[in-house]
C-alpha cells in the first residue's frame, strides 16, 4: 500500500534536506514527489554557468530564494583565461529579475559582472538580503552605489578578492540612514578611501554587524572609534596597520579590541607596524582565524600574536614566519585545521626568508586536526613529503607550489614522485591535490591508484608522455576537475579515456600537446561536451589538424555550445569542419 | 455540556478499527483538532475514522508524555523524543505523522519531518522508494535525463 502523503507533510519533510545531493535524489522517487520537491526548493548551485540556461533553471524550479554560480575555469586565478573568455551574469540576473521577484542571495564565483547586473539586482528584488562576489571583475563602485542605495533590507556585501573598477569611495555614502540591516560587510579589495564618517554612521547604526573587512585605506587611528561601535564584532578586518609613532595610538586600540569579546576571526594589516600588533593580544584566546597574508613582518612579530591563539584554526600567513616561526604554531596551535604560506617574494631568484619543507613537516607533525594545506616553498624532499604523509593520513586538501617549476628532490635530486605518491597512499580522504616540483609519468601512476577519492587535480610542468594522462583520467574515479598547464600530453590519452569527460565537471588543458584535430574528434565523439578551443594566435581558419592548440576547456552541458563566445573561443561541436570555411 | 468537576475530565477516542482509548481532557487536547471537536460539539466519545488503534496508541502516548506539565525543552523530554521516535521504522513514523498531521499536534509533525528527514539523507533513490512504498513511475530515459542534469547542473 503506498501512502498518501499529504503535499504538505512532504513539502516539510523535504525542508529539512538542505543538500542538493538529497533534494536531488527525493526528487528521483517518483513523478509526484519530483514535482513536489521542484516547486519548494529554495537554493540552487550551479557550478558552471554553461552546464545549464537560466531559463531551464528557472523552469525546473519556480520558487528559488538563493543561486550560486560559478563561472571561469580556477586557472583564471593565475590568468590563464584571457579576457573577453566568458562568464558573464546579466543574462542569469535578467532572467531570473523576470521569473524570481523573492530572490534573496546571489553568489557568484569568478564571474563578470557588469553595473548593468547590479543595477537590475538592486531594482528587481525587493527582499534582497546577500550578494558574495567572489573573484568576480567587470563592475564600478558606481553599480555598488545601486546596490547600498536600493537594497532596504540588504544583510550581506562581500566582495571578496574582485576586480572593481574604483571610482570613489562615494558609493558607500548611498546607504541610506534608515538602512540598518547589514549584518556583513567586506570591501578589503577596494582600494579608494571610503567617506568614514559614512562608515562610522553605517557600522553604529547596524546592531548585527558581525563581520566587517576595511580595505587598506581605513586608516589605523580610526579603527578605535569602529570597533567601539562594535564590539559585537566576530570577523573583522583591518585597514592598513600602521600610523605615525604617537602615544596614543596604542593604548586606543588595546581599549578598542578589549571591548570585542566576541571576536573570532581578523585580517587585515596591510603594511603592519610590529609595535601594534600586542593591541590583539586581548582577543588572541578566542581566535579561530587569523589572516596575516598581507603581513611581510618578521617571524618573532608574527608567532608573538600566533602562539596567543589556542582556538587557532585557519591560518594564512606569509613564508615571513619561517620554519622557525611554524615550529612555533605546531606547538602551541594545536587545533588548526587549515594552514596556508603564501611567497612574500614570488618572483625573487634567492630565498628571502628561511622557509623550508621543515616548516610544513613541523606543522603536520604537531597538529593533529591539520586537514586543508596550501603552501608555497622553493624546495621540497621526498622525505619530507613522506613524513608529512605520515605523520597526516587525514589531509583532504593538499596544495604545494615549489617556485621554480620542475625543482627535484633537492637532497637527492629525483623527481618527487615517490613524495606524492605517499600522499596519494596514506592520505586516503585526500579530494584536492596540486601538484608542483620535478614529476614524471611515475606520480601519476600513483595518483591512478591510490587517489580513489581525489575530486580536484592541478598539474604544471609535470609528465613525460601520454600515460601520465591516462593514469589519472583512467584510475581517479572520482575526479571531477582537473586543470593541466606546461605539460606534454596529448591526444592519445584524451581520445582514449573520451567517456571520463562526461563524469566530470570540466577539464582544462593549456600549453599541452592536444592537437586540432583531436578536439575536433572529441566534439563530433562527445557532443554533449563542449569542447572549447581557445587561441589567440591567429585565424583558426588557417589552422592544421596536426597543430597543437594553445588553451582547451572542455565541460559537461544539457544545452549546448554557447553563444556568447569571442572570436578566439571555438567550439568543436559537429558543424565544426563545416564552421570554418 | 459536562460539568466541570473536581476531578480530571476524561475522553474517550476511538480508532476506526474500534479501539477505545480513555485519556485525561488535558492530554486529548494537544490535537487541535480534538480541541476544537470538545469546543464545538462537547463530545466525550470522539471518534477518529482516520486513524488505526496501534497508531492511536502511540499518539496518546506522545501526547501523555506532553502534558505532565513540564517545559517542553526538559532534558527528560527531549530524552524521551528522540527514545520514541528514533526507535521506530520509516513504515510507522510515517502512521504517527499522517496521524498527527490529521489530529493537528504540531509539535509532533514537526519532529517527525526532522527525523524523517534525517534518515533519508543517508539513503539512495531506490532505499526511499522502498522505506516508503512507492513505485518508480519514470521510464528509465526520464530518469537518466533527470540524473544528468542533477550531476551535470546541480550539484
Redesign the interface.
Known amino acids: 500500500?503506498?501512502?498518501s502523503?499529504?503535499e504538505?507533510?512532504l513539502e516539510?519533510?523535504?525542508?529539512?534536506?538542505n543538500?542538493?545531493?538529497?533534494r536531488?535524489?527525493?526528487?528521483?522517487?517518483?513523478?509526484s514527489?519530483?514535482e513536489i520537491e521542484r516547486w519548494c526548493r529554495r537554493r540552487?548551485?550551479?557550478?558552471?554557468c554553461y552546464?545549464?540556461s537560466p531559463n531551464?533553471?528557472i523552469r525546473?524550479f519556480p520558487e528559488v530564494r538563493s543561486v550560486e554560480i560559478k563561472g571561469k575555469p580556477h586557472f583564471a586565478d593565475f590568468n590563464l583565461v584571457p579576457e573577453g573568455w566568458g562568464g558573464y551574469v546579466y543574462p542569469w540576473i535578467s532572467a531570473m529579475a523576470r521569473a524570481y521577484p523573492w530572490l534573496e542571495e546571489i553568489r557568484l564565483k569568478r564571474m563578470v559582472v557588469s553595473d548593468e547586473s547590479l543595477e537590475l539586482i538592486s531594482k528587481e528584488f525587493k527582499n534582497f538580503k546577500v550578494l558574495v562576489l567572489s573573484s568576480c571583475e567587470g563592475f564600478s563602485t558606481d553599480g555598488l552605489a545601486t546596490i547600498a542605495a536600493n537594497c532596504r533590507n540588504l544583510r550581506e556585501l562581500d566582495l571578496r578578492e574582485s576586480e572593481v573598477d574604483d571610482l570613489s569611495g562615494h558609493w558607500l555614502s548611498h546607504f541610506p540612514d534608515t538602512f540598518t540591516s547589514l549584518e556583513s560587510l567586506n570591501i578589503s579589495c577596494l582600494s579608494s578611501e571610503v567617506s568614514f564618517s559614512a562608515l562610522e554612521r553605517l557600522v553604529s547604526r547596524c546592531p548585527n554587524l558581525r563581520s566587517l573587512r576595511l580595505n587598506r585605506a581605513v586608516p589605523l587611528e580610526k579603527l578605535s572609534n569602529l570597533l567601539r561601535r562594535a564590539p559585537q564584532l566576530v570577523e573583522f578586518g583591518t585597514g592598513a596597520y600602521f600610523a605615525e609613532p604617537r602615544p596614543d595610538v596604542l593604548p586606543n586600540l588595546v581599549a578598542a579590541f578589549s571591548g570585542c569579546k566576541k571576536l573570532k576571526a581578523l585580517s587585515g594589516f596591510w603594511d603592519v607596524v610590529p609595535a601594534y600588533l600586542p593591541a590583539v593580544h586581548s582577543v588572541c584566546s578566542g581566535i579561530t582565524s587569523l589572516n596575516f597574508s598581507y603581513a611581510p613582518i618578521p617571524s618573532h612579530d608574527l608567532v608573538n600574536v600566533v602562539i596567543q591563539c589556542p582556538k587557532l584554526q585557519r591560518l594564512w600567513v606569509l613564508d615571513s614566519i619561517e620554519d622557525s616561526g611554524l615550529d612555533d604554531v605546531a606547538t602551541f596551535c594545536k587545533d588548526l585545521e587549515e594552514l596556508r604560506v603564501f611567497p612574500s617574494d614570488p618572483f625573487g631568484a634567492e630565498a628571502n626568508v628561511s622557509l623550508t619543507e621543515r616548516g610544513l613537516v613541523s606543522v603536520s607533525e604537531g597538529c593533529p586536526k591539520l586537514q586543508s594545506v596550501l603552501y608555497f616553498c622553493r624546495q621540497m624532499s621526498n622525505a619530507a613529503l613522506a613524513a608529512i604523509a605520515l605523520n597526516r593520513p587525514n589531509l583532504i586538501r593538499f596544495r604545494l607550489c615549489i617556485i621554480e617549476p620542475q625543482a627535484p628532490d633537492y637532497q637527492t635530486l629525483e623527481p618527487l614522485d615517490v613524495g606524492f605518491g605517499a600522499i596519494v597512499e596514506q592520505c586516503k580522504e585526500l579530494r584536492r591535490l596540486s601538484l608542483s616540483g620535478l614529476l614524471t609519468d611515475h606520480v601519476f601512476e600513483y595518483i591512478g591508484t591510490h587517489g580513489k577519492k581525489l575530486e580536484m587535480l592541478s598539474i604544471a610542468f609535470a609528465g613525460n608522455s601520454d600515460s601520465g594522462l591516462h593514469h589519472v583520467l583512467s584510475g581517479c574515479e572520482r575526479l571531477r576537475k582537473l586543470e593541466i598547464r606546461d605539460s606534454p600530453f596529448g591526444d592519445r590519452a584524451l581520445l582514449a579515456n573520451a567517456a571520463k569527460l562526461e563524469t566530470m565537471?570540466s577539464l582544462w588543458m593549456s600549453s599541452c600537446s592536444v592537437s586540432f584535430g583531436a578536439c575536433k574528434l572529441l566534439g563530433q565523439k562527445l557532443p554533449r561536451l563542449n569542447v572549447e578551443v581557445i587561441d589567440e594566435r591567429g585565424t583558426p581558419d588557417s589552422r592544421s589538424e596536426s597543430c597543437p592548440v594553445e588553451k582547451l576547456y572542455i565541460y559537461?552541458?544539457?544545452v549546448g555550445p554557447r553563444f556568447d563566445m569571442p572570436d578566439f573561443v571555438q567550439t568543436m561541436d559537429l558543424d565544426a569542419p563545416i564552421r570554418l570555411s | 455540556m459536562s460539568t466541570k468537576s473536581q476531578e480530571k475530565q476524561l475522553i474517550t477516542l476511538k480508532s476506526w478499527d474500534e479501539e477505545e482509548f480513555v485519556v485525561e481532557e488535558s492530554v486529548a487536547v494537544k490535537s487541535e483538532t480534538i480541541k476544537n471537536i470538545i469546543e464545538d460539539c462537547g463530545l466525550e466519545l470522539i471518534p477518529l475514522p482516520n486513524v488505526d488503534g496501534k497508531t492511536l496508541a502511540k499518539v496518546i502516548e506522545y501526547c501523555t508524555k506532553h502534558s505532565t506539565g513540564s517545559n517542553d525543552d526538559s532534558e527528560d523530554l527531549k530524552k524521551f523524543d528522540d527514545e520514541f521516535l528514533d526507535s521506530k521504522e520509516i513504515p510507522v513514523l510515517?502512521d504517527i505523522?499522517?496521524a498527527a498531521?490529521y489530529l493537528n499536534i504540531e509539535s509532533l509533525?514537526?519532529k517527525i519531518?526532522?527525523k524523517?528527514?534525517?534518515r533519508?539523507?543517508d539513503?539512495?533513490?531506490e532505499e526511499?522508494?522502498e522505506a516508503?512504498?512507492?513505485?518508480?513511475?519514470?521510464t528509465p530515459e526520464e530518469?537518466k535525463k533527470?540524473?544528468?542534469?542533477?550531476a551535470?547542473?546541480?550539484?
Open positions: 500500500m503506498a501512502y502523503f499529504p504538505e507533510v516539510h519533510v523535504f525542508s529539512f534536506l543538500t542538493d545531493r538529497d536531488n535524489t527525493v526528487s528521483l522517487v517518483n513523478k514527489w519530483y540552487i548551485f550551479i557550478g558552471n552546464s545549464i531551464a533553471m525546473r565537471r559537461r552541458t544539457v | 510515517i505523522v499522517l498531521n509533525v514537526e519531518c526532522t524523517i528527514a534525517d533519508i539523507k539513503m539512495s533513490v526511499v522508494r516508503f512504498k512507492i513505485e518508480n513511475d519514470f530518469e533527470i540524473r544528468n542534469e542533477h551535470w547542473a546541480f550539484e
